[in-house]
């Protein structure tokens, strides 16, 4: 595919392209690049240069992703947990559908860093036919996540024969597209695609944002057009070292969210994929974050902090501690620290 697709205009997709950024050693990028995909979309480009270091880190290859020894090629296993190419199912009532190889802006601490924006993640009609044949034959799956890659990638009507085949499954409730479209390529949002998308309702949105910069009056357009559609939109952060790993910003990015009318939904603790290390803060710094949000901020700016379980066990929700004891008192503290109780008790009638 071209690097000038759909109306981003000229990619960066090749490190000569970063000569003019300050600190960028050219060689070293051609280095990464030679193992990991490169793409960074001319809007993603622009915001880079003039916010600097959060949003470069996202983008451009950096050495530190070839000295990764303990890292995991595929930390979900998702590959043994794909009953056909493409299709991950892990949850007795949800499954995850991959229908694109390819992303606006390949971020460096991708989990799926091991095939997005290769030649060894192939789909095809194939791979689809094989996707839609499972979720047709699996009438325990409710919720489809349809992702990649990035999904919006694909044509309009490429995009619209997937989707619409999956709402004419009947046992499907949700159709959930998971997307950073609205970050990296905000123009691909058009009302022609929010039309579409109408049409196969419920549809819900999990953009992913990591920083304030990010929540351009572009990118709101775009969640506005989705929003307007009536798409429930939610955001999927990923906690990122030196990106995204401080209080200040994540209560600027969950706000600015909410502005955009897009709800919080998960802030997740890095996964352990191979060439990713430099991202990862210690869980410590996730929680922390959350105890200063629980309570303080509204609750609609609280997303669930979840780690994605090494080895295929699912995303848990981790919380700060409140509680305290359960017995015929229940225990806790409040967000302030302060211990309280609540007689845990029923009556007798
Ligand atoms: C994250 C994920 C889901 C969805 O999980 P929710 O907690 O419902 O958002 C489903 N399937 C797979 C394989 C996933 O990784
Ligand atoms: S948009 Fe998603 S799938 Fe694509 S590179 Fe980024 S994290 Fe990976």
Known sequence: ?????????TAITNPEQLRNIPGIDIRQVAEVHAKYPMRISAYYAELMRKHGQALQKQAIPDPLELYDSDGMIDPLDEE??????????????????????????YCRFCTRKRKVG????????DTIRQGLD???KTPAIKDVLISGGDPLMLPDRKLEEIISQVRAIPSVITIRIGTRIPCTLPSRITPELAAMLKKNHPIYINTHFNHPAELTPEAAHAC??????????GCQTVLLRG??????IIRDLMYGLLRMRVKPYYLFQ?????????????????ISIMEQLIGSVSGM???TFALDAPGGGGKIPITPEYIQHIGESFDFTTYKGKKCSYPNVEIND
């Open 134 to 136: 499972y979720l047709k």
């Open 80 to 105: 043994n947990l794909s009953p056909v190419p493409n299709l991950v199912h892990k949850y007795p009532d949800r499954a995850l559908f991959l229908v694109s190889n390819e992303c606006a802006v």
């Open 270 to 286: 890095a996964d352990l994929t191979k060439g990713t290390a430099h991202f990862r803060t210690k869980v410590e710094k996730g």
């Open 224 to 233: 506005a057009l989705l929003a307007d559609a009536g798409i429930p939109l």
């Open 243 to 248: 990106v995204n790993d401080s209080i200040d």
């Open 118 to 125: 290769t030649s060894s993640m192939v789909i095809n009609d």
């Open 1 to 9: 595919m071209s690097n000038t697709h759909i109306t981003g205009g």
């Open 301 to 303: 700016a609280i997303p």
